[in-house]
């Protein structure tokens, strides 16, 4: 079974960036895609980054050109780079394994503890 584990999170300024990281342990087998998802204080969790095996990467449009996700070869971690960093993007934000099913991800991995991002002056 796949676990993860979130950190890099923490308390930044506007316009600051952060990295998180996400360590993977277990059968990685079980997919062979990433995500990063967040979730702000009382709303949803939204998916925001996600990289397929081949390096392809999609991101939602509040973050596109900001943050970039990427992972090391052999699916042990996954990082998310954040720069420019906006009080919209104070979140829990949680990392997957997963699957595609067309333009569809799925995530397949256990949920982690997540880690906390404030954005704030």
């Known amino acids: 079974q796949v676990r993860v584990v979130e950190s890099g999170g923490g308390l930044v300024q506007p316009g600051e960036s952060l990295t998180l990281s996400c360590r993977v342990s277990?059968?990685?087998?079980?997919?062979?895609?990433a995500g990063w998802y967040r979730q702000p204080p009382g709303k949803q969790r939204e998916l925001v980054a996600t990289?397929?095996?081949?390096?392809?990467?999609h991101y939602a449009d509040s973050v596109k050109g900001r943050f970039t996700i990427s992972r090391d070869v052999a699916w042990s971690a996954v990082y998310l780079q954040m720069n420019s960093l906006k009080p919209d993007d104070t979140a829990d934000y949680y990392c997957t394994l997963g699957t595609f099913t067309g333009a569809t991800y799925y995530p397949a991995s256990r949920w982690g503890q997540g880690t906390q991002v404030t954005v704030s002056s």
């Open positions: 277990g059968t990685t087998s079980m997919g062979n895609a």
């Open positions: 990289i397929r095996a081949g390096g392809n990467t």
